[in-house]
């Protein structure tokens, strides 16, 4: 069974642009979570969505917006780029309403904001 | 608001000798409790769960252990490899789970 996937795996933008990051979960993952890895902050939960809903948000900006397809594929958008954006970008995917919490990780999208 | 907090930023631990990575949580409603492992250039992995039914849970070399009235669980490894250098992540699902909250890591360096 293929893993989760990320797209693009390193990206370079200038302040002000905007990006598009794309994850296909595991087959038959009904669950997809954006989390942002930033130096000294671990994981920050981003949001999460099942069924092309989104179930849960986290304390990010407007900015940071997603969508999840019918084919459980999903994307996040971060509009008018900072230099804070800079991070690590992780999808993770689960069997819907997963009771134990694990959660299979892509290898993640680098953002450098410069 | 750092619910799951992991004090030590980084630790080296001999090779043959036991690793401890500690993890504090301030939400008394966390019943349940993962840690993660994380090598450069990858997505976390599961390593080792802990539900607030039990104090110890076992697998293998890793071991995590739970104090429920202290807020506060543990990962042994023993004995540490020189594979098992990589960041630690504790983290436990709110509500619903559909959000994990994670600590901020704890970087393990096992020397040779």
Redesign the interface.
């Known amino acids: 069974k293929a893993g989760?996937t990320q797209t693009p795996r390193y990206l370079i933008k200038t302040r002000g642009q905007q990006v598009t990051l794309s994850c296909s979960p595991i087959s038959g993952h009904r669950?997809v979570?954006w989390?942002q890895q930033t130096p000294?902050?671990?994981?920050?939960?981003l949001f999460?969505y099942?069924s092309e809903t989104q179930?849960?948000k986290?304390n990010f900006p407007g900015r940071f917006s997603g969508r999840q397809f019918s084919n459980s594929r999903s994307e996040m958008n971060v509009s008018t780029l900072e230099l804070g954006d800079s991070a690590l970008y992780?999808c993770?995917s689960s069997e819907s309403?997963?009771?134990?919490?694990?959660?299979?990780?892509?290898?993640?999208s680098r953002l450098t904001v410069l | 608001d750092q619910q799951v907090k992991?004090n030590s930023?980084s630790l080296s631990v001999q090779e043959g000798r036991i690793s401890i990575l500690n993890c504090d949580y301030t939400n008394s409603m966390f019943d349940?409790f993962?840690w993660?492992k994380k090598y450069p250039?990858?997505?976390?992995?599961?390593l080792i769960?802990i539900s607030s039914i039990k104090d110890k849970n076992e697998d293998g070399r890793f071991t995590v252990f739970l104090n429920k009235s202290a807020k506060h669980l543990s990962l042994h490894i023993v004995p540490s490899q020189p594979g098992d250098s990589a960041v630690y992540?504790c983290?436990?699902?709110n509500f619903?789970?559909?959000?994990?909250?994670?600590?901020?890591?704890t970087r393990l360096t096992i020397i040779p």
Do not use: I
């Not at chain 1, 000294?40 to 939960?45: P, T, V």
């Open positions: 989760v669950s979570s989390y000294g902050q671990g994981l920050q939960f999460e099942f179930r849960n986290g992780l993770a309403m997963p009771n134990t919490g694990e959660l299979f990780f892509g290898e993640g | 992991q930023p349940y993962l993660y250039a990858e997505g976390p992995t599961f769960s992540f983290a436990a699902p619903g789970n559909e959000k994990l909250t994670f600590g901020t890591g």
